[in-house]
Nanobody, 116 residues
Framework: QVQLVESGGGLVQPGGSLRLSCAASGSIFSMSAMGWYRQAPEKERELVARLHSGGYVDYADSAKGRFTISRDNAQNTVYLQMNSLKPEDTAVYYC??????????WGQGTQVTVSS
């Protein structure tokens, strides 16, 4: 059983920055990949950034150059640094983990609103 708890969402003006955190606990030793998805109203949930256990990172095209995913192994925490935020980044952001057996775990989500 894996528990993922997100924090760091909020309201920010266009061009601003936010850092999301995801603290993982439980059976995380079999992690294959961990990252962030987002879902805007009336849209499908989409990948934002993902960090694989081997160190490979992939980003959505919309996130490249603006967002950075990182991991603190000692804290079992994954971060998403978001810079140059745009109104279209407004969404609920979900932390996600998939283990080596293909089992998915999700956090409860944190709202990010980019608005002036």
């Amino acid at each position: 059983q894996v528990q993922l708890v997100e924090s760091g969402g909020g309201l920010v003006q266009p061009g601003g920055s936010l850092r999301l955190s995801c603290a993982a606990s439980g059976s995380i030793f079999s992690m294959s990949a961990m990252g962030w998805y987002r879902q805007a109203p009336e849209k499908e949930r989409e990948l934002v950034a993902r960090l694989h256990s081997g160190g490979y990172v992939d980003y959505a095209d919309s996130a490249k150059g603006r967002f950075t995913i990182s991991r603190d192994n000692a804290q079992n925490t994954v971060y998403l640094q978001m810079n140059s935020l745009k109104p279209e980044d407004t969404a609920v952001y979900y932390c996600h983990m998939i283990d080596r057996n293909g089992k998915n775990s999700w956090g409860q989500g944190t709202q990010v609103t980019v608005s002036s």
